[in-house]
Nanobody, 114 residues
Framework: QVQLVESGGGLVQAGGSLRLSCAASGSTFSIRPMGWYRQAPGKQRELVAT??????QYAESVKGRFTISRANAKNTVYLQMNSLKPEDTAVYYCYLLLSTGTRWGQGTQVTVSA
């Protein structure tokens, strides 16, 4: 059973930075899409960033501020978040897209104070 374990969330002031990590257990998933969604209170879950092989996609709202990367040897994906804004406050969920379905992390809270 594949499990995703997230870490790195927390409370930060506007303009600050955080780095989220998501480690996947089990086999090597270097060729599988991984990424991050987020969900703010009262809002729908939205895609933040995806990495597929060397390709990266970002939501317009985070372009230029967030960077997604992965360490294949560690089955880990990272989300470096800079210049954080209060509107980035949400629970961030890591995902891994497998041929058998999508696996999700437990979520990590990111809170950005004004």
């Amino acid at each position: 059973q594949v499990q995703l374990v997230e870490s790195g969330g927390g409370l930060v002031q506007a303009g600050g930075s955080l780095r989220l990590s998501c480690a996947a257990s089990g086999s090597t998933f270097s060729i599988r899409p991984m990424g991050w969604y987020r969900q703010a209170p009262g809002k729908q879950r939205e895609l933040v960033a995806t990495i597929i092989n060397e390709g990266r996609q970002y939501a317009e709202s985070v372009k230029g501020r967030f960077t997604i990367s992965r360490a294949n040897a560690k089955n880990t994906v990272y989300l470096q978040m800079n210049s954080l804004k209060p509107e980035d406050t949400a629970v961030y969920y890591c995902y891994l897209l497998l041929s058998t379905g999508t696996r999700w992390g437990q979520g990590t809270q990111v809170t950005v104070s004004a």
